[in-house]
Every structure is written in C-alpha cells, then in structure tokens.
C-alpha cells in the first residue's frame, strides 16, 4: 500500500499515520526501532527502498527516509507512506524536503520517532564528517555509514579522528565473512606465534584498510596493507565482482599461512603446506545493514580497528595518512584511547 501525501506537513502526516493504524492495526505495531535514513535528491532512491524492504525481513521498523533536495525558492514537503508488501516488514515514511527544510531534518523527523524504541541513523550515500555532532546523529543510538561512497581515498583514517561510541560504517560488516575464515584459519595446527602479516587489496578499497587495522589490534604484530593493481571493486574472470580483500599472509615461523580469493565466491586456504578452498563472496548491502541493525550497543571490536590504523605499515606510500591531517600518528592515537577507553 502507498498512501502519497503532496506539499503537507508533519501534522497532516501524523494524523494520517493515525488514521492507518486505525485501519490497518496490523501493520503499524511490533516495530523494534525506528531507523531514519538519511539521503539526497541525487542518491538513488529505489535502491535505497529496495534495500530497505530486504532488510526489514529480519528488523521490522518504522523507515523515516529523509531525501533532501536543492531547490532553495520551493519550501515545500512531499511525503509518501508504504505498507504492507511495498514496505517488506516496515512501515517506510518518504519525506522530499525541498528548500530551507532541507536544513532542519531533526526537526521534522522528531515529531514521527516511536516513543521508547531505539533510533538508528544510516547515511546510504556521503555523511557528514563527525557523523556523532550531526542534528540526526545526535538523536540516533547507532550511526552507520558508508566509507565505499565517500569518494575520500582515505576514509577511515578521517573517521577515526571523530569516532564516537555508536558509529559503524558498512564496510565493516562486508569483512564479516573475512574475518570468519581468518579465526578459523588460526584455529587450525600449526599452532605457532603469528609474528606478522600482510593484508592485498586495491588502493580505493576501504574495507582492506580496516581489515589490516583489526588485525593490527588482534594480532598486536606489524601488518602491511600491500596496494594491487586491481580495480576498486575487483572482478574474477567472469567479470562477478569479488571480495576486495585478494590475499591475506600470516607470517610464522614455519611458514606462511594464506588466503587468497579465487574467483567471487570461493577463496583459498593455505595453511602448513596444504590447501582447501571454502566459500566467500562479496556481501549484498541489505545484509551489511540487517547485521548492524542486530546490535544497538557500540561496536568496541571497530572502534579499536579504527584506533590501530595508524600502526599499519603502507608500503610506497610517501607520507603517513594521519600525517596527511596535520596531526602526528603518536597524538591521535593518544587522543583517540583517552577519550574512547
């Protein structure tokens, strides 16, 4: 069901919330958050509610999806309401903030928040910069972002200066599987002392910075992010696109332990000479966002990722990327334990 409700205002907007749950009791109770995303007239909105209805499978929610547009002489709101199969589980709210509205989301969005249900904020195309200080960021328990589309060739070295308890970023959940291969690789026999390791991946690729950053921080050993030739989003042979992160080398003292992407859905393991492939794909986004919407409580495993970025050795790259903000790696890591412990 979708109810279109042009140039109203949130009271109209409420009442006719009202009236739907009168009608359709059903489907406006049982929410167990209200997340409240966050996008532009430039973004593409039927993939962000594509997304949205996959997710809610496992989340049912109120969606509160702000699209704020440029047309300054136009102060008018837009909205539309879903129900029912065009909302998955949800109930999804699209408000087209045109004009000065478009600078006041908080005020808008906080007449329709749930009373007593956590808030969650996502930025499916660029956040802000401190994320935590943003209008919407401030209200939302857990802020999630999205470091593939910032267009930032460092993204996360930006974000570990404002890091604040609550904040995640999709990235973080495409290396889940990753991450999973890897603990049950150490798991196996040779049950050596790990001394270093070395992480492969494109250069634009964030999620190889903060892969090499969690095993810099699990590991307490030197980790090299190594830059290959590959594109951003890299493809195997059949042009499917594959995990970013293309080999992984743990050093030991018999040998190397290896994993190493086949093709874009198997990858290899090599550990004491022998080799196995298991199975690891490239994440769909509807399920980065399900699995951060799973825990509200913040994420002290990325937080502390982030916070060893800077004992990431970079071969080849002429200058240290904290140094790049005009801070020194000594003092930002200094900070960031301060301030997050």
């Not at 009202?18 to 167990?32: A, F, K, P, S, Y």
């Not at 390791?197 to 910075?209: K, Y």
Request: hydrophobic share 40%.
């Amino acid at each position: 069901m979708i109810i279109d409700l042009p140039d109203t205002t949130t009271q109209a907007l409420s009442k006719k919330l009202r009236d739907v749950r009168e009608e359709w009791g059903e489907l406006t109770i049982g929410r167990v958050l209200t997340l409240i995303v966050v996008a532009s007239g430039e973004d593409d909105i039927d993939a962000i509610l594509d997304t949205l209805h996959d997710a809610s499978r496992e989340h049912p929610s109120r969606v509160i999806l702000l699209v704020s547009h440029g047309d300054a002489d136009n102060n008018t709101l837009d909205c539309q309401i879903r129900m029912g199969g065009d909302a998955g589980a949800s109930e999804v709210i699209v408000m087209h903030l045109h004009g000065a509205l478009a600078k006041h989301c908080a005020s808008v969005v906080t007449p329709l928040l749930l009373p007593d249900t956590p808030i969650v904020a996502w930025w499916p195309g660029k956040a802000p910069r401190n994320p935590a200080a943003d209008p919407i960021g401030a209200i939302a328990q857990r802020r999630i972002t999205d470091a593939c589309v910032e267009g930032d060739p460092d993204p996360f070295y930006r974000r570990r200066l404002t890091y604040s308890p609550g904040d995640t970023d999709l990235v973080w959940s495409r290396i889940t599987l990753w991450r999973a291969v890897l603990a049950s690789m150490v798991d196996r026999p040779p049950h050596e002392e790990i001394l270093s390791a070395e992480v492969h991946g494109p250069a634009l690729d964030p999620s190889v910075d903060i892969a090499a950053g969690w095993l810099a921080d699990r590991l307490d050993v030197p980790v090299s992010r190594i830059t290959t030739d590959a594109d951003a989003i890299p493809r195997d042979d059949h042009g499917e696109m594959t995990l970013g992160i293309q080999k992984t080398v743990l050093y030991r003292p018999s040998g190397q332990s290896i994993v190493e992407i086949v093709d874009a859905s198997t990858a290899s393991l090599t550990v004491a000479g022998k080799t196995s492939l298991v199975t690891l794909s490239r994440r769909v986004l509807a399920d980065c966002l399900a699995e951060e919407l799973r825990h509200l409580d913040p994420d002290e495993t990325y937080g502390r990722a982030l916070r060893r970025l800077v004992r990431v050795h970079r071969p080849g790259h002429s200058m240290n990327r904290a140094a790049a903000t005009g801070v020194a790696a000594s003092d930002t890591t200094d900070d960031f334990e301060g301030s997050h412990r």
